[in-house]
């Protein structure tokens, strides 16, 4: 089984993939690759309309003033699925959102797993070398050296640290929502908890496709996964459910799943999967989620464009975009407004040497080697098992975690809150009570801290670290300051890592990521950002 550097990448470089159509853009001074991409319109389920009666509403006599029939109920009946004519999916949404009767109306959506043949974003059969489409080098072959950037550069704030440090902690659950996964494969032996199959109606959601089981190899393989890597494997099951087949995932089987996973009592979610239309029932299912303290992390979506999936662009969501072994934003990954976080998903770059790829588990009990915001989403999942068990760390605690201690890479329209890095997500915090487990009262020490600047004069903010009582800020410059925010002229030009140590009641400390603040003259004025 061949593994690569993928122990240290997953957990210690896990990062996330966008383009924009301006390359320089993403990777100042790089010749990109460039693709066309252009999501198709919204594909719905034929005939189906999901409701959600007012209270003490009888829906099959609405269904039936309508000329429908009621095909399905949600998950304790959240809401009710709807059956009309095939075609008049989206007429009867519109006429059926002014019955006063009903809270809501919509199409029964059909998302996709987040992968795209068009730009190798999913699987590579060989034969599929992917070419330079703009530029001098328009019609050649892209190298190896595109992709194979030296894996241990990626991170070199804990490359070299050896896996291992969840390897004590509680017992925890996430859940994997897609298309399954294949309860015979090697790197789940005991660990998994079968759930519904919301797509065809049963008790059995063993994968047909493969693709669930790639998700969730990388967020708790017992070798290949983060939580596998991490030494947390042990302490870690997944909660699966199918709602993903070969029309695509419903919105109905993604609502129910989502609930389903909440009340199950997941830490978090993966939800490697997206559409372009917002829709009211993800909505109140991730809404529902976060009351119950479960994280929903969506993938952002493949299609290259400015603009992250949904439900991923549901703001209780954690949208994940993608990025290569080059630590840059992946070619095929949205970006834009409302993205969260970024995580590695690979850049394959040729059929005979995959290793820009994720590797994962596959269905069969074999492996693979795929790429996309589907492989992104489930690093984040991932590192949310390995904190929650090792910090005892629950609901937006939790969140702010995975985001606070993520690597500054680039700007937040790429990116996000950075690169995910879940050495230090782990690392970065005491554990609740003060063990290696969680559990019981007690807060969690962080360190974060945000900034700007206007001319040389930069202003630092502390205030989202978690637990602290004490700050002490170190300016890179031989500055430095006490309290959670303060304020810093520079005088001379030069890159600068300002780093904060904060301090709890008990004197433990914590150290925030270094954040690299550059000045440079611009005419006799200087100037940071």
């Not at 730009?119 to 059969?125: G, R």
């Not at 976060?290 to 991923?312: E, F, K």
């Not at 992946?330 to 290793?355: F, H, K, M, R, V």
């Amino acid at each position: 089984m061949r593994r690569l550097s993928v122990a240290v990448l997953a957990v210690l470089a896990l990062a996330a993939c966008s383009e924009s159509p301006a390359d320089s853009r993403v990777d100042s001074g790089a010749l990109r690759p460039r693709f066309a991409a252009s999501a198709a319109p919204e594909q719905v389920m034929p005939g189906e309309v999901l409701v959600k009666p007012q209270e003490g509403v009888d829906v099959a006599a609405v269904a039936a003033a309508h000329g429908l029939a009621v095909a399905a109920r949600g998950y304790r009946d959240a809401f009710f699925v709807l059956r009309g004519a095939i075609g008049s999916e989206r007429a009867n949404a519109a006429r059926l959102r002014q019955d006063a009767r009903l809270v809501y109306a919509e199409p029964n959506f059909l998302r996709q797993p987040t992968v795209d043949s068009r730009l190798w974003a999913f699987y590579n059969p060989g034969g599929l070398n992917m070419k330079f489409t703009s530029g001098s080098s328009s019609g050649q072959f892209i190298p190896s050296s595109y992709a194979s950037k030296n894996d241990a550069d990626e991170d070199a704030d804990g490359s070299d640290i050896t896996a291992g440090y969840g390897a004590t902690g509680d017992n925890v659950v996430i859940g994997s929502i897609d298309t399954g996964v294949d309860f015979t494969h090697p790197e789940f032996t005991g660990r998994l908890i079968a759930g519904q199959d919301w797509y065809s109606g049963d008790a059995d959601p063993s994968d047909t496709d493969g693709h669930g089981t790639h998700t969730t190899g990388t967020m708790a393989g017992s070798t290949v996964g983060v939580a596998g890597v991490a030494g947390a494997a042990a302490h870690v099951k997944v909660y699966v459910q199918r709602v993903c087949g070969q029309r695509g995932c419903p919105t109905s089987a993604i609502v129910s799943a989502i609930r389903a996973a909440a009340d199950q009592g997941v830490v978090a979610m993966n939800l490697s999967l997206g559409g372009s239309s917002e829709s009211q029932a993800e909505q109140d299912a991730i809404a529902y989620a976060t009351q119950h303290d479960a994280l929903v992390i969506a993938s952002a979506g493949n299609d290259g464009t400015g603009t992250v999936s949904c439900p991923a662009c549901d703001a209780n969501a954690i949208s994940v975009a993608a990025t290569n072994w080059k630590d840059s934003l992946a070619s095929y990954s949205n970006w834009g407004s409302g993205l969260d976080i970024a995580a590695p998903g690979g850049q394959c770059y040729s059929n005979t040497t995959p290793e820009g790829c994720i590797y994962s588990a596959y269905k069969g009990g074999g492996y693979a080697w795929l790429q996309g915001t589907s492989m992104a989403a489930p690093q984040v999942t991932g590192t949310a098992a390995v904190v929650a068990s090792h910090l005892g760390l629950r609901g937006s605690a939790l969140r702010t975690q995975l985001t606070s201690t993520a690597d500054n890479i680039g700007s937040s329209t790429f990116y996000g809150s950075g690169r995910l890095n879940t050495y230090r997500a782990v690392t970065n915090g005491t554990p609740v009570g003060g063990g290696g487990g969680g559990g019981g009262g007690g807060g969690t020490l962080t360190a974060s801290f945000s900034y700007g600047c206007s001319q040389a004069t930069c202003s630092f903010d502390g205030s989202s670290s978690t637990g602290a009582v004490s700050y002490a800020w170190n300016f890179g410059d031989g500055g430095s300051a006490t309290g959670a925010t303060a304020s810093h002229t520079y005088g001379s030009a030069g890159s600068f890592a300002v780093v904060l140590t904060v301090q709890d009641a008990a004197s433990n400390t914590a150290q925030s990521a270094p954040q690299t603040v550059s000045c440079s003259l611009k005419g006799k004025s200087l100037k940071c950002h």
